[in-house]
């Protein structure tokens, strides 16, 4: 049996070199072209487009062979390499019913396996028995859509064989066969098509959505940076603050160690000059002048009330103690703001 796809022409042709596809390839919005001619067409533009529907693809799809059509491809360049060419031209067919001047068929028949002008072709609109016959659009090589073995119309698509079949193949070599009416093998391609077209749709989903979810990586981790770099700044703020603040401290406690031990030595001093005078004078037997120079020595001098001085050098610590408790807490504010904004986001 000897059999085409020659329904199928249109549907394996590229549209950019106008011959049968090699190597075809889907674009996402469902057209087909051979993939050289495609990427060439890319290659020699800055944007991507579709040269058939003109959509522009942001992202540069990447081109994977559509290997059903491509079989349907290899069926069709084996079963007819030699017809080919000339049906790709896409002749222009005429009635074979006109004697005089013939006019363009507008219907090939299966059955009669000839080609009709309008007027010829009203016969099988209208006759009972002519309505039965297969037009199809017209087409010089009727004897491709003819089952050789059987003389009738190629009107099925044998799925397991990769190629066209009649009625009466399906009774013998193409028995229990998966079989469909060549028409559908047109959905079959759209179907494919389609299923490209969402998985590139998927692809393209996908791209976006990492590209979303790194852009917000970035800024939540830039916003953490920003954060953490701020609690840092304020930890190295507060502990200068202490510091400078214990130095303080550190500087006047030492300032009131050494006034105060000057002021006991000058006291030492005195007291001690005063006990040379007294010693002097325990020696005379005046004893009313002696008095009188005690009560002198006693009254003039308002010594410190020292027992006061550890008193302010705990309220000094006590200061520091205070200083440092609020530097804390300061801090542990932050700290829990943090983690509230930590939280949040997540």
């Excluded at 993939?35 to 693809?57: A, G, I, M, R, V």
Aim: charged share 30%; proline share 3%; glycine share 2%.
């Amino acid at each position: 049996m000897s059999s085409s796809s020659g329904p199928l022409t249109e549907e394996l042709q590229c549209s950019i070199c106008l011959d049968v596809f090699t190597d075809p390839v889907t674009t996402p919005c469902g057209h087909n072209f051979c993939k050289t001619c495609l990427n060439k067409c890319w290659d020699n533009s800055q944007t991507c487009n579709c040269p058939y529907c003109n959509e522009t693809f942001n992202i540069r799809p990447d081109l994977k062979i559509n290997t059903t059509l491509r079989e349907l491809v290899d069926h069709y360049k084996k079963k007819s390499p030699e017809k080919t060419p000339e049906v790709l031209k896409k002749p222009e067919v005429l009635c074979d019913v006109c004697e005089e001047r013939k006019l363009k068929a507008l219907k090939s028949c299966l059955g009669c396996q000839s080609s009709y002008c309008e007027t010829h072709l009203e016969p099988h609109l209208k006759v009972a028995g002519l309505k039965k016959h297969k037009l199809i659009n017209p087409v010089r090589n009727l004897e491709d859509y003819i089952c050789q073995k059987h003389e009738r119309p190629l009107e099925l698509f044998c799925r397991d064989d990769q190629t066209c079949v009649c009625l009466s193949c399906t009774d013998g070599d193409h028995k229990n066969h998966n079989t469909v009416p060549i028409e559908e093998t047109q959905l079959i391609i759209q179907d494919t098509q389609q299923m490209i077209q969402d998985r590139f749709k998927k692809i393209q989903d996908i791209k976006h959505s990492a590209e979303v979810r790194k852009r917000n990586t970035e800024e939540e981790k830039a916003a953490r940076v920003e954060l953490f770099t701020d609690l840092i700044r304020s930890i190295e703020r507060c502990q200068t603050e202490l510091l400078e603040m214990m130095e303080e401290q550190q500087k006047a406690a030492e300032k009131q160690e050494e006034e105060l031990i000057e002021e006991l030595e000058q006291e030492i001093t005195e007291l001690k000059m005063r006990n040379t005078e007294l010693e002097q004078l325990s020696h005379t037997e005046d004893h009313l002048h002696l008095l009188q120079i005690y009560s002198s020595l006693c009254s003039s001098r308002n010594t410190r009330n020292w027992s006061e001085i550890s008193v302010k050098t705990d309220e000094s610590l006590e200061t520091l103690r205070r200083a440092l408790t609020q530097l804390q807490d300061t801090l542990q504010e932050k700290f829990t703001l943090t983690g509230m904004i930590i939280y949040t986001q997540h």
